[in-house]
């Protein structure tokens, strides 16, 4: 499926404002940024529009503010730096966002400059799409440009509104996230295997079903393995995650997997532990025996070796959502055998889509070894369930 979208190489942008939403919603610690994958995500088309002589505004948002004016912990003015570091450019930061000072900053922009306005959510009106946000904004542009996949999936003032008043375009990164993330479906190299872990199956149920509708194989794993277990019978999960509303859903589609030939693999055995913390320690039982007063943490050795093999068999893989609670090192091993063995097979195409997952392949330092890593969660999701993104449905047609 070709992205049926304008995107920056469709316009011509030289010596024009160029309004771009960009994802600059990165961790911060004491005023510095921890993280700077986003930032350099939005590098290309930042670069391009430069070398074509754009005037260049960027605009995102970053964390929770209130909404109720400046909140100096969720300031953009860290980001902004962490940009002009990487990007070896100007970078100018003004602090403010809808009023006159913003204005005044883009009214001296000259061609090829960088501008980064302030917090787009310190006004509570961004959130809520209202119209004059979404007015002041595109007043700073002749052009729109989003390329913030990870908030694509919101109808937000900065993400859909400027697209109603000015001619609006995708990004590189946006069109290349799109791309990637739509066409693993439309015409996956085989045998295609999908690996899908994380806390809970009702927060991936739409996941689940359109990856059975084209994995050759389904690999399940973490806390949402346990609601399987009840659904295929096993007496008990101890105290482990589950999810007893769903254990019918559960059950209708691994009838459903059968049916239309997708091969589901689920844990033969476990890591539990008698208590969820850093400090608990693991113990390696089989998944159709676990003990009353334990609870799941992560996916045993055996069937660590029984995911890796058939993950070295693939030729696409696509990976959500860890295989256990990885965040403590005590739990952390099937997740990394996960990714170690996606990393491992030189011949497939990985993408791997997911906050935590991400977090998850980069604490293991296997980022690099991975064909595409998704920069957004919420909205890589929404796109594997066959969703369109409204950032994206807002942009003119190619
Ligand atoms: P992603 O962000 O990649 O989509 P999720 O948000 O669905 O993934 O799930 C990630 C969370 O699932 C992690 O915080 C991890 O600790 C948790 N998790 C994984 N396995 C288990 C388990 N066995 N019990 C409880 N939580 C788990
Ligand atoms: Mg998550």
């Known amino acids: 499926m070709a992205f049926s979208k304008k995107t920056v190489r469709d316009v011509d942008v030289a010596g024009k404002r160029v309004l771009m939403r960009v994802d600059f919603n990165v961790p911060l610690k004491d005023g510095v940024v921890t993280d700077e994958t986003r930032i350099r995500a939005a590098l290309p088309t930042i670069k391009y529009l430069k070398d074509k002589g754009a005037k260049i505004i960027l605009m995102s948002h970053l964390g929770r503010p209130k909404g109720e004016g400046y909140e100096a912990e969720f300031s953009l003015k860290p980001a902004a730096e962490k940009l002009a570091e990487i990007s070896g450019y100007d970078v100018q930061f003004v602090d403010d966002t809808y009023g006159e000072k913003a204005r005044k900053a883009v009214d001296a922009l000259g061609d090829g400059q960088i501008l980064v306005l302030e917090n787009v959510r310190f006004d509570k009106r961004e959130k809520k799409n209202e119209r004059e946000i979404a007015q002041t904004l595109a007043s700073y542009g002749d052009i729109f440009v989003l390329d913030a996949f990870g908030t694509a999936h919101r109808s937000q003032g900065s993400v859909v509104g400027p697209a109603e008043f000015l001619p609006a375009v995708a990004g590189f990164l946006l069109e290349?996230?799109?791309?990637?993330?739509?066409?693993?479906?439309?015409?996956?190299?085989?045998?295609?295997?999908?690996?899908?872990?994380?806390?809970?199956?009702?927060?991936?149920?739409?996941?689940?079903?359109?990856?059975?509708?084209?994995?050759?194989?389904?690999?399940?794993?973490?806390?949402?393995?346990?609601?399987?277990?009840?659904?295929?019978?096993?007496?008990?999960?101890?105290?482990?995650?589950?999810?007893?509303?769903?254990?019918?859903?559960?059950?209708?589609?691994?009838?459903?997997?059968?049916?239309?030939?997708?091969?589901?693999?689920?844990?033969?055995?476990?890591?539990?532990?008698?208590?969820?913390?850093?400090?608990?320690?693991?113990?390696?039982?089989?998944?159709?025996?676990?003990?009353?007063?334990?609870?799941?943490?992560?996916?045993?050795?055996?069937?660590?070796?029984?995911?890796?093999?058939?993950?070295?068999?693939?030729?696409?893989?696509?990976?959500?959502?860890?295989?256990?609670?990885?965040?403590?090192?005590?739990?952390?091993?099937?997740?990394?055998?996960?990714?170690?063995?996606?990393?491992?097979?030189?011949?497939?195409?990985?993408?791997?889509?997911?906050?935590?997952?991400?977090?998850?392949?980069?604490?293991?330092?296997?980022?690099?070894?991975?064909?595409?890593?998704?920069?957004?969660?919420?909205?890589?999701?929404?796109?594997?369930?066959?969703?369109?993104?409204?950032?994206?449905?807002?942009?003119?047609?190619?």
């Open 176 to 398: 290349k996230e799109v791309d990637t993330l739509t066409s693993i479906f439309a015409n996956p190299e085989r045998p295609f295997v999908a690996i899908v872990g994380g806390s809970k199956v009702s927060s991936k149920i739409g996941v689940l079903e359109k990856l059975m509708e084209s994995a050759d194989t389904l690999i399940i794993g973490g806390g949402m393995a346990y609601t399987f277990f009840l659904a295929k019978g096993y007496k008990s999960v101890g105290k482990s995650l589950v999810e007893l509303d769903w254990v019918d859903k559960a059950r209708e589609m691994l009838e459903k997997a059968q049916r239309i030939g997708c091969k589901v693999m689920l844990p033969v055995d476990d890591v539990v532990a008698d208590h969820f913390g850093e400090d608990a320690k693991g113990f390696v039982v089989i998944s159709t025996e676990m003990p009353e007063d334990m609870m799941g943490m992560d996916i045993g050795p055996e069937t660590r070796k029984l995911y890796a093999d058939e993950i070295a068999k693939a030729k696409t893989v696509f990976w959500n959502g860890p295989m256990g609670v990885f965040e403590f090192d005590e739990f952390a091993a099937g997740t990394k055998a996960v990714a170690e063995a996606i990393a491992q097979n030189r011949e497939c195409t990985s993408i791997i889509g997911g906050g935590d997952s991400v977090a998850a392949v980069n604490k293991f330092g296997l980022a690099d070894k991975m064909s595409w890593i998704s920069t957004g969660g919420g909205a890589s999701m929404e796109l594997v369930e066959g969703k369109s993104l409204p950032g994206v449905e807002a942009l003119d047609n190619a």
